[in-house]
Every structure is written in C-alpha cells, then in structure tokens.
C-alpha cells in the first residue's frame, strides 16, 4: 500500500514504546490515526500532544484482550472516519520463567494479548476492510523470538511464534482472495520501549500468586530484558522499518541482516534445515 497520506489507521499499543512510534509516523505521514491502548491516561497524553503537533487523532482506551472491547474500537474507528486502512495489531506483554513451572496465569496473560488481542483485532476489522474493497494492510507485531530457541521465557515466546503463523495464514488468505489487503509481521530485535515493565499492565485476575513460578532463571531473564532492551535503538528506527514494509508489502519485517538476532535466525534455520539440536542460539547466552 503506497498512498497513505488521509487513509485512515489503527495502532494498538499506542500509549508507549513501538506503538507510539508508530502513531507519530503514521501522523507525520498524514494518515489520521486512532490510538488504542489500556494505559489511558498515557494514551490521552499521546495523543494529545499528536493533535497538538496538528495532526488528526483519536484516542479510543481498549483492552485488546476482550473481543468486545476490540469491537467499539472498530465501531468507533468506522464511526468516526468511514474507514480503516492500516490496522497495526502492536499490543504486546512479556513474561519469563521456566516452561514448565511457569503459572497459567502467565500463559493466559501472553495469550490474550499477544495473540487473541490479534486475533480480536482481526476478527473486528478484517471483514469490513474485505467488504469496502479499498487497499489495507494489516500489521501484526510478533518479535525475533518467534524465530529464534529461546528459553526461559515460553509464555512469551510461544505466543509469538502463534503470531508468526497465525499472520502467514492471513497473508496466504488474502493472496487467494485477491483482495487488496497487504500483510506484515514485524519480528523486532531490542527496542528501547517499557516491555520490560509489561507487568505494569497486568490484569488482577491474572495475578501471580505468592512465590509462583519463581525462580533464578525468571529473575535473570526479566533483568536482562530490561537492560537489554535500554540499550537498544530506539523504537522510531523500527516504525520507519514498519512503514517501508506496508509500502513494499512486505509479509517478514525481521531485524536487518548483521544483526546478532537475525544471525540467531539463519542459526535456528539451519538447525531445523539438518534436523541439529539447538545450542544457545539467543544472543548474549
Ligand atoms: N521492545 C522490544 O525490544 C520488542 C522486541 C520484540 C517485540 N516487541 C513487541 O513490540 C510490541 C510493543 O511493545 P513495546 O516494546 O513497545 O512495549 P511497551 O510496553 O513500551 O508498549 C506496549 C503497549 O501495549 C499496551 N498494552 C499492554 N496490554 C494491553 C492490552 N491488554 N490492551 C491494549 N494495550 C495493551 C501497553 O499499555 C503499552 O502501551 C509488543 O507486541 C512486544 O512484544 C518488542
């Protein structure tokens, strides 16, 4: 999708990090966007600075975890401007831990975000863009991690790998539709973005209990995000990243070649090519 300058998009995950980026380039690119995320007072805030900048924004607070909720957010989105173009399903919660002493709270958590968020957002959205026949493209945000053997953090990374597949049955779907509809999955190496924080976000109902899950492998793998991630670049790096990726339909947004986490990749690749068991093919382990 080349025009994007008065189409309309949708960014979840807008309050912080990568979605933020993404809603400030949209923006800048003229594309009137809504911003939806749980954080609402971060959310107003930016969303409030983008009209400010002069820019055309909404601000709808969603949990992308509800169906329903997803649901008056593509109601208001059609209510308001008639259409939606780019949908950027980008909301995304960490957990670490072991697999198999993690708690299921912590898989339900990674899963109704990162993926039934997806899929809720799909679900809303996907069958009114078909039906308008105007050009789209969707955007799921999944992360190297989907593409590379990692432990200690299976909540998160197997959530991940769903996006992975769940976008390339949506691609190949639309492909044998021939309808209008581009998409991407972004697979991020380390972006300077709050992920690390993520638990700042989690539900009550989906609290851990004392000591659950516990364990040196969680405590060290949630240190490391966040001082991995505050030394990555930052995330408008990867909304330019995004933005070509629409622009050139691009299904894998995946780190650039070079990178170590891309460098994981081919080495998870080439495992799988010979049927070789994984060696610590993460970066920095
Ligand atoms: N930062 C990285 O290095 C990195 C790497 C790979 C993938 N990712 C992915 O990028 C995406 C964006 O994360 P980020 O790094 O910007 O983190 P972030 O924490 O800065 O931003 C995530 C946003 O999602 C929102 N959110 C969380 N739960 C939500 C819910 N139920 N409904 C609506 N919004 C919700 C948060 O409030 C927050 O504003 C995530 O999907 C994450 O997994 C990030």
């Given at each position: 999708?080349?025009?994007?300058?008065?189409?309309?998009?949708?960014?979840?995950?807008?309050?912080?990090?990568?979605?933020?980026?993404?809603?400030?380039?949209?923006?800048?690119?003229?594309?009137?966007?809504?911003?939806?995320?749980?954080?609402?007072?971060?959310?107003?805030?930016?969303?409030?600075?983008?009209?400010?900048?002069?820019h055309t924004a909404?601000?709808?607070?969603?949990?992308?975890?509800?169906?329903?909720?997803?649901?008056?957010?593509?109601?208001?989105?059609?209510?308001?401007?008639?259409?939606?173009?780019?949908?950027?399903?980008?909301?995304?919660?960490?957990?670490?831990?072991?697999s198999f002493d993690?708690?299921?709270?912590?898989?339900?958590?990674?899963?109704?975000?990162?993926?039934?968020?997806?899929?809720?957002?799909?679900?809303?959205?996907?069958?009114?863009?078909?039906?308008s026949g105007e050009?789209?493209?969707?955007?799921?945000?999944?992360?190297?991690?989907?593409?590379?053997?990692?432990?200690?953090?299976?909540?998160?990374?197997?959530?991940?790998?769903?996006?992975?597949?769940?976008?390339?049955?949506?691609?190949?779907?639309?492909?044998?539709?021939?309808?209008?509809?581009?998409?991407?999955?972004?697979?991020?190496?380390?972006?300077?973005?709050?992920?690390?924080?993520?638990?700042?976000?989690?539900?009550?109902?989906?609290?851990?209990?004392?000591?659950?899950?516990?364990?040196?492998?969680?405590?060290?793998?949630?240190?490391?995000?966040?001082?991995?991630?505050?030394?990555?670049?930052?995330?408008?790096?990867?909304?330019?990243?995004?933005?070509?990726?629409?622009?050139?339909?691009?299904?894998?947004?995946?780190?650039?070649?070079?990178?170590?986490?891309?460098?994981?990749?081919?080495?998870?690749?080439?495992?799988?090519?010979?049927?070789?068991?994984?060696?610590?093919?993460?970066?920095?382990?």
């Open positions: 999708m080349q025009d994007l300058a008065g189409r309309v998009a949708v960014v979840t995950g807008a309050a912080s990090g990568i979605g933020r980026a993404l809603s400030v380039i949209l923006a800048e690119l003229e594309m009137k966007v809504i911003l939806a995320d749980v954080e609402a007072l971060a959310l107003e805030e930016v969303t409030q600075g983008l009209i400010e900048a002069g909404l601000a709808v607070p969603t949990d992308v975890a509800s169906a329903d909720s997803v649901a008056a957010l593509a109601e208001r989105t059609y209510e308001s401007w008639g259409a939606a173009h780019v949908v950027c399903n980008n909301a995304g919660v960490f957990a670490a831990g072991l993690a708690p299921q709270s912590d898989y339900d958590w990674c899963f109704g975000v990162n993926v039934f968020g997806i899929l809720n957002g799909l679900r809303s959205f996907v069958p009114r863009m078909l039906a050009p789209g493209h969707i955007v799921n945000t999944a992360s190297m991690a989907a593409l590379t053997s990692v432990p200690f953090s299976a909540p998160y990374a197997m959530s991940k790998a769903a996006v992975l597949s769940l976008s390339e049955s949506l691609y190949l779907e639309m492909q044998s539709k021939g309808a209008p509809i581009g998409v991407s999955v972004i697979c991020p190496e380390l972006f300077d973005t709050r992920i690390g924080w993520a638990e700042r976000n989690r539900p009550p109902h989906l609290e851990r209990k004392d000591g659950e899950g516990a364990s040196i492998e969680r405590e060290g793998t949630e240190q490391a995000i966040r001082t991995a991630t505050g030394t990555g670049e930052a995330p408008s790096v990867l909304a330019q990243r995004i933005v070509d990726g629409i622009r050139e339909n691009r299904l894998y947004v995946l780190a650039p070649e070079g990178d170590p986490w891309r460098e994981a990749c081919n080495v998870r690749l080439d495992d799988l090519r010979h049927a070789r068991n994984p060696g610590g093919a993460v970066p920095g382990e």
